[in-house]
């Protein structure tokens, strides 16, 4: 199994995704610090990924703390839960895992630092093992629903690198391929961080799972050549109404689909859904550093002080998504009451 993130004595280890798929290479966060900064930086991305990371985060400023009283170690957890937040805005699995987590140190309150320390570590290690589980469940679900043969495309990265394990997206695509059927991943290249072609490919390539890599602007014409039976991508953050917000492209893929009559799903976890944002509207969208767009593997390659926008996320509006794929079931329109139904 790809080991994206692990707990080991004391240390947050994760794949360092930079790198990939050109080495393997370990980062190792000693401290809540550190793994804010390997959010920031990408070497851990994907929003299940991410919430691991930070609940793991939280077990290290627990670790770390000085405090003697559990009132003062909650109030240290607070502090660095606000900065842990603040990473990344877009994927909601990030507050989520912080919530989860300060909610167990405050329920602790009565209990020494040590043991609510013990249990914050704990509780880090679970949410991996049942991300790893809930993705497994998201692939029963979603396996009927991909072809017997023919293309599937994908966006970005959704596999194991971007969750504890088997991925979303990815996770229905393997389910499928472990029922027997045998679809052809085709892999959005996904600029300007390149996920689709360093990661997705890397991950299904591993598994023995056939992917072709096309530039992001090639999946029109392919849809219109009958190449692509299905569209299936992840998400960072689900509105009450359906609105999707994932990695920029997402949209402009829903909608050819939609125009090509092609089925797009949504494969994400319940902790995906922000229940309290009415609409995609709502949703924070993530602008990342121009030289991503600018330079390739650290090269300029733009006219020099060229104006770039690195927009990370987009919104696919809900009538768009044919269903949204979960670990309890596949989620319909009117996404208002499905998804509402599912908490
Ligand atoms: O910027 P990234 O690489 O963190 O963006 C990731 C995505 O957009 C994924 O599609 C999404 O997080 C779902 S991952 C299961």
Known sequence: MIPTIEWQNGIVRMIDQRYLPRRMQFYNCRNYHDVIKAIQTMVIRGA????????????????????????TLIKNLEQAGEKMKSARPTAVNLAWAVDIML????????????????????????????????????GKNGAGLMPEQ??????CNAGALATGGYG?????????WEAGKRPHVYADETRPFLQGLRLTAWELMEDNIPVTVIADNS?????????????IVGA???????DVANKIGTYQTAVLAKENN??????APLSTIDMSLPSGNNIPIENRDPKEITTIAGKLFAPENTIAMNIAFDITPNRYITGIITEKCVAKMPYTESLKSLF
């Open 150 to 155: 023919g293309g599937v495309l994908t966006h």
């Open 168 to 176: 979303t997206a990815l996770g229905v695509i393997r389910a499928a």
């Open 236 to 242: 960072d953050r689900i509105a009450a109404n359906g």
């Open 262 to 267: 092609i089925p797009f799903y949504v494969a």
């Open 48 to 71: 299940p990924a991410i919430g691991i990371a930070a609940a793991m985060g939280m077990a290290l400023a627990a670790a770390s703390s000085k405090a003697k009283q559990a009132s």
């Open 103 to 138: 909610d167990i140190a405050r329920a602790s309150h009565h209990l020494s630092c040590e043991l609510i320390k013990e249990n914050l570590q704990d509780k880090a290690i679970s949410i991996l093992n049942d991300d790893i589980a809930i993705n497994q469940s998201m």
């Open 219 to 231: 999946a029109g014409f392919l849809m219109q050549k009958g190449m692509i039976q299905c569209v």
